[in-house]
T-cell receptor, first 113, second 112 residues
């Protein structure tokens, strides 16, 4: 099976802009989770989607949002970008949820100038 | 409030030596404790995991030791190799569809 894919791999934006990141989970996986990874904070949970519904949400401002489509592909959106949003954004998929093994994609490196 | 505290931040070990990374947690409701390994340019990958009904789990050169009373768990890498050089994350979660909570990571360098 193909692994988790994320597009784009790299992105450069300026403050105030918005960005959309995409994640395609492993075939058959219905749960998609998103994480923000920064050198100082490690991996921080953003949200989890299952069957097109947000099932869990981390402690991030409302500028961070996501959605999941009927084919389990997911997107996350960050509006009004801030310098502090520069990070590696990781997507992970699993069959039913975080209790199953999560398989991570390679991430999207977002740089905000 | 950091729910999972990981130490050390970085670790340098000689080839053939033992690498030890420690994690401590506060929430006694956690019942699943995985370790992830991340190489540069890649996403984290599950390495080994343990549940609190056992005190130790071994897979090849990798061992998790779990101390429920102390709320601590650790990863031991025996006979460390340069190919083990990576960032390691411990994590924990409660039962059900709850998210993983990660430690801040340990960058391991194994030198020849």
């Amino acid at each position: 099976k193909a692994g988790v894919t994320q597009t784009p791999r790299y992105l450069i934006k300026t403050r105030g802009q918005q960005v959309t990141l995409s994640c395609s989970p492993i075939s058959g996986h219905r749960s998609v989770s998103w994480y923000q990874q920064t050198p100082g904070q490690g991996l921080q949970f953003l949200f989890e989607y299952f069957s097109e519904t947000q099932r869990n949400k981390g402690n991030f401002p409302g500028r961070f949002s996501g959605r999941q489509f009927s084919n389990s592909r997911s997107e996350m959106n960050v509006s009004t970008l801030e310098l502090g949003d520069s990070a590696l954004y990781l997507c992970a998929s699993s069959e039913q949820g975080p209790g199953d093994t999560q398989y991570f994609g390679p991430g999207t490196r977002l740089t905000v100038l | 409030q950091q729910q999972v505290k990981q130490s050390p931040q970085s670790l340098i070990v000689q080839k053939g030596g033992i690498s030890i990374i420690n994690c401590a947690y506060e929430n006694t409701a956690f019942d699943y404790f995985p370790w992830y390994q991340q190489f540069p340019g890649k996403g984290p990958a599950l390495l080994i995991a343990i549940r609190p009904d056992v005190s130790e789990k071994k897979e090849g050169r990798f061992t998790i030791s779990f101390n429920k009373s102390a709320k601590q768990f650790s990863l031991h890498i025996m006979d460390s190799q340069p190919g083990d050089s990576a960032t390691y994350f411990c994590a924990a979660k409660k039962s059900g569809n709850t998210p993983l909570v990660f430690g801040k990571g340990t960058r391991l360098s194994v030198i020849a």
